[in-house]
């Protein structure tokens, strides 16, 4: 699953997906700024890292869990970057990704 994941393929994908919909709900291309990508990354890690926290059913097989997971990533990273083009007008981000991901992981699972 970790091959899968964490494969350039998939990074290509979940990039691409955040790009077009930030593209189109903020005007804004994150490839104009590297750290958007940096950030990504990180994300990505902490996702992994957190997986044993989504309650998947454990004979999920290796493809859907890494879909489910990218979703994840797609999900806080989508937050986490449209606030910090909100808040920084685009000049750095500002805000740690893991706050992000801990308020949408308690939104999603309403703690």
């Known amino acids: 699953m970790e091959q899968l994941f964490f494969s350039k393929e998939n ?6 997906i ?4 930030l593209n189109t709900t903020s005007n804004y ?12 990354i990180s994300i990505v890690k902490t996702i992994y890292k957190q997986r044993n926290t989504f309650n998947v059913p454990s ?3 290796d493809a859907d ?11 806080v990273s989508m937050n986490y970057f ?9 000049n750095q981000m500002s805000r740690d990704a893991n706050y992000w991901i ?4 308690k939104e999603l699972y309403n703690v």
């Open 18 to 21: 955040l790009r077009n919909k």
């Open 65 to 75: 869990l890494s879909r489910y997971l990218s979703q994840k990533v797609i999900n």
């Open 11 to 16: 990074f290509g994908i979940i990039y691409n």
């Open 29 to 40: 291309d994150i490839n104009s700024n590297p750290k958007f990508k940096e950030e990504l």
């Open 82 to 90: 449209t606030e910090t083009i909100k808040k920084s007008g685009q």
């Open 102 to 105: 801990e308020r949408t992981y």
């Open 59 to 61: 004979n999920t097989s």
